[in-house]
């Protein structure tokens, strides 16, 4: 018999992507800002605090990647973050929302003013640790929202409004966000900002929405061999669900993605096997496209079923869904700017290609209220996340670095949110001609 090995894929396709990136790098135009954003002297109070934070938001990028936990089960990290909180003089409420590895903490200036909401995330992948470097998002909210924090309580008439820091448990796979938004955690809140790190500094990103889905299969068991034909096959039903996935790639838009495997497809081979399983995700670039797709898997499965002989169980969502991200182009043009104060230059959307997007939970909330998930460079660029060399990234010197560029930028953009009613009235009129909210709990209904 000949021996066969897995065959290394060509990394043809990498290279011309890289090559296409470079040359749209030195293409790329700025991403500006035409708002005024906060007064220049309490922006520089922020970003003054901020750094004077950076030993502790080191520890807390250190401490959290030394004891990576998963998601819902974030006690230590949680507790790490609302201990540093209360050094500060800050009491964080735990167990909100109806998760009890959630927190919140809420600081005030004049009452007259809007709410953002800075997010936190801190969950990590199991048997990767903190591969997507949420320990580094973590530190980067909570130091935004301490530096805020200590300048709101020096001088309480500076700033109109409030902020709200939000941790956000179980981003990982299961949408702890649109757990969250359901149970009311961003009820009052005008708008929303985090930060993610990655191989870019990338002002805009695209993000695909997310479904995860299970098939199950119910035929009719028979002797393999004396009686097939009283049998109906499950697992055929699996395969030609399987192939017809398979088949609808080539009709479907080319950032849709589809991924499956077949966990239950029977037990002996003399058997006809009676009940298969099959888990999927379905992604998409726009929610429309992504409910379009959903309706086309259901008919993928209808289909199987009927040819086999066989019921079919279609069941969405064994976790909240997540919408694609909708970035607020005016509160970007705010991160941007503060970014140039510590030397970074986001890159606009376009430049890096969209075809190399994962899923987040962010987008849940960025389709109920204007926000921002930008991405910063704690990696080389070629170091993907959720692999061993991103984790080994966000423990480094670039993490601890990017921690707190991170914490300076969202609190900057959070300041001049607060400060500046043009830019706010900028952020709401776009979110508006983007369609507004959308009722996110009942969008796949
Ligand atoms: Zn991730
Ligand atoms: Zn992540």
Known sequence: MRPSEPFQPSTAYLTHLAGETAGRLSRATVTDSPYAGAPPPLADAVEAAATELAGELDDVVARLHEHPETAYEEHRSVATLVELLARHGIAAETGVHGVDTAFRAEVSGRRDGPTIAVLAEYDALPGLGHACGHNVIAAAAVGAFLALAGTVARDPDAVAGRVVLLGTPAEEGHSGKEVLARNGALDGVDAAIMVH???????????????????????????????????????????????????????????????????????????????????????SKYPQTLKDLSRRLDDVAAGAALMTGTRVEIDWDQHPPSLPVRTNDALTGRWVRAQRRRGRDPLPAGVVPETIAASTDFGNVSYRIPGIHPLLRIAPPDVALHTAEFAAAAAGPAARTGALDGAVGLALTALDYLCDAELRDAVDAEFAAQGGPLDVPHYFD
């Open 197 to 283: 790190p990655y191989g870019y500094d990338l002002a805009d990103q695209v993000w695909l929405g997310r479904r995860l889905l299970r098939w199950t299969f119910t035929g009719v068991s028979a002797h393999a061999s004396a009686q097939p034909f009283m049998g109906r096959n499950a697992l055929d039903a699996a395969t030609l669900a399987y192939q017809g996935v398979g088949l609808l790639r080539q009709q479907l838009p080319p950032v849709d993605r589809v991924h499956a495997v077949i966990v239950e497809g029977g037990t002996r081979p003399s058997i006809i096997t009676e009940r298969s399983v099959v888990q999927l995700y379905a992604r």
